[in-house]
């Protein structure tokens, strides 16, 4: 069934008046029409089933008949800590790493980050949007949340129960060891650096607030493959 974006879907309400993007979509590209079912989601993790009950130019009325938690919310909470890459790459990261199941993504400004935040909204708003479609996509009901850019030497870690670094330099802990370890609880930080990789003192502060480095293998990934495959291997071992 389609599934849509209601920023104004009030889960407790009878009825919801969509417009803007998702009312287009609805009725000038699908040509949907009164009485076809539909799935809303407003991004916090539950979906209600929702049928037309009319349509105008630039809205569609709906009457909301059920509601349930949705099951493609991942069951552990992994927050992805990305220093920045360089242009574009941000948007890739994103959506693979909601589809996989990220809970909040943190980018962060490590001291070989080549770009560095404008300070500015648009981008932000910009990857707020890809998350939200990322999510909308894969069947997830609940959007995860982008924070603003921080300094990664600022970061306050002491809210998850577990922070595990990659570090490219690591070679005696790897991945799998220590997700089978069974010390690793949930909520889980995850922290990846830029394309330059980190330097030794920033390694050194997470271990510091109680983090873990780890290896993600014998070879060298891209900043934008790290995230991705570190994801993988937490939900093939964590998630049941
Ligand atoms: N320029 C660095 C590599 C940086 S890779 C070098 O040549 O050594 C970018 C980031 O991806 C790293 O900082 C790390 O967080 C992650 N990463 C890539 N491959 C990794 C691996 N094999 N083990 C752990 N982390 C890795």
């Known amino acids: 069934m389609r599934r849509f974006f209601a920023e104004n879907l009030d889960i407790g309400s009878d009825t919801v008046l969509l417009t803007g993007d998702e009312a287009r979509h609805i009725k000038t590209v699908l040509r949907m029409s009164e009485g076809d079912e539909v799935l809303l989601i407003n991004g916090t993790g539950t979906e209600c089933l929702a049928v037309i009950t009319s349509l105008t130019d630039d809205s569609v009325a709906l009457r909301i008949e059920d509601r349930q938690v949705c099951s493609a919310d991942p069951a552990v909470t992994v927050t992805l800590i990305q220093c920045l890459p360089k242009q574009g790459k941000m948007e890739v990261i994103i959506q693979k790493c909601v589809e996989l199941g990220v809970s909040r993504i943190i980018p962060a400004v490590s001291r070989r980050c080549v770009v560095k935040p404008d300070g500015r909204d648009g981008k932000l708003l910009r990857w707020q949007k890809v998350a939200q479609e990322a999510a909308k996509q894969c069947g997830r009901a609940k959007v995860p949340g982008i924070d603003r850019p921080s300094e990664l030497a600022k970061l306050d870690l002491s809210a ?3 922070v595990l670094i990659a570090y490219e330099n690591e070679d005696e802990n790897s991945l799998k060891a220590v997700l089978r370890s069974g010390n690793v609880k949930d ?3 995850i922290v990846i650096g830029p394309e330059g990789g980190f330097e030794p ?3 050194e502060r997470v271990l510091a607030c109680g983090g ?3 290896s993600l293998g014998r070879r060298i990934l891209r900043t934008e493959t790290a995230g991705m495959a570190m994801l993988a ?4 071992e964590l998630e049941q």
């Open 212 to 214: 873990t480095a780890v």
């Open 187 to 189: 909520n889980i930080a």
């Open 160 to 162: 998850f129960d577990s």
């Open 201 to 203: 003192a920033e390694v």
């Open 233 to 236: 291997q937490i939900m093939y």
